[in-house]
Structures are given as C-alpha cells and as structure tokens.
C-alpha cells in the first residue's frame, strides 16, 4: 500500500530503495519558503543498517505489511537460537543478533511473536515484561532510604537494572524488556 511521506508514522515498515526498513522517528517540518517535508530516521530489517531520509508531502513510499506467526524459544545453540513454529512444530534456528539487547531476556519455552517479510524472518518480538531473578544487589547506605533513589542490581541473566533501596539478592522481579527497567516485585 503507497503512502505519502508526511504520513509516514514510527513503528512503520516501509520498502525503501530495495530494502525493509522500520521508522525509528519522524520530525514533519514546514519550512518558510518550499513544500514542507518528513525527516524519517529507519533502521534497516536486514542488515541493521540507520539511515535518515527526507520525504517530501509530494513523495510516496511503500508501506509494508509483516505477516506474524507464534513460536516457542526452546534453546540456544552456540550463535543460533533454535524456535518452534507452535502450529506445526517446525523447528528454526535464528542468529542471536537478530534480536539485539533483548536475547539476554530469553527464557526457555518463552512464547514470542516472529515478524515474517515474504516468509522471511526479520524480528522476534518478547513479551514486553518477564519475571527474574536478583542475583546482586548493592547494600543501601544508611541514611539514603529517606530519598527515592534507585540502586544498581545484577538479575540471573546478567543484565544490570537500577531497582528501590528495598530489593535484596533473591528477590524476583519484573523487568520491562525493552527498557530495561524494574517494573514491580513478582507475584
């Protein structure tokens, strides 16, 4: 489906000079003299490559629709990450980069969401909140509990996440994947 460049929104998949992109950001601008214009900055689904583009209102693009399926991660396999199609049990291994920062999140028989582009792979989407684990977290220093100041923790997976003075070591917590963020204490 065409679109034209001022209607161009973050979180859209565009076909772009031969290429998948995903719109990272948009700033629509309307100079004093001249047409007025959408600078978009994408990431590229294949390579990973960003780039920034300037669309004129009177420029069209391609809007791209992703086909979704459900899969279950079952392990890692070196640089691979091994996921079954949870419909007909058809195994697929997956570089790890494909999912950036957000692999360390990975928990075995986690169900994700694999984003297919002519029945291509191009990004695994986790649930946005998982449960871990703290296995460190620094002592509170007497005298600091009066502010709401955060302190550094390490949860099981390595990661480290800022968390309230009151989580201690063994605690588990949910943590919002994409930021990074201590979201509550688990159930």
Known sequence: MKISGVDIRPGNI?????GIWKVAKTQHTQ??????FMQVEM???IDGRKTNV???S????EKVRLDTKDFQFLYAEGEDLVFMDTENYDQINLPA?????????LQDGMQVLLELWEERPISVQLPEQVEATIVEADAVVKGQTAS???KPAVL??????????HIESGTRIVVDVYEKAYVRKAD
């Open 43 to 45: 990431k590229n689904l």
């Open 58 to 61: 009177a420029d069209t693009v």
């Open 14 to 18: 565009l076909e772009y000079e031969k």
């Open 31 to 36: 100079p004093g003299k001249g047409g007025a």
């Open 148 to 150: 709401s100041s955060y």
């Open 156 to 165: 099981d997976n390595g990661v480290r996440v800022m968390v309230p003075p």
């Open 54 to 56: 300037r669309f004129r």
């Open 97 to 105: 980069d494909l999912l950036g920062d957000a692999a360390a999140f």
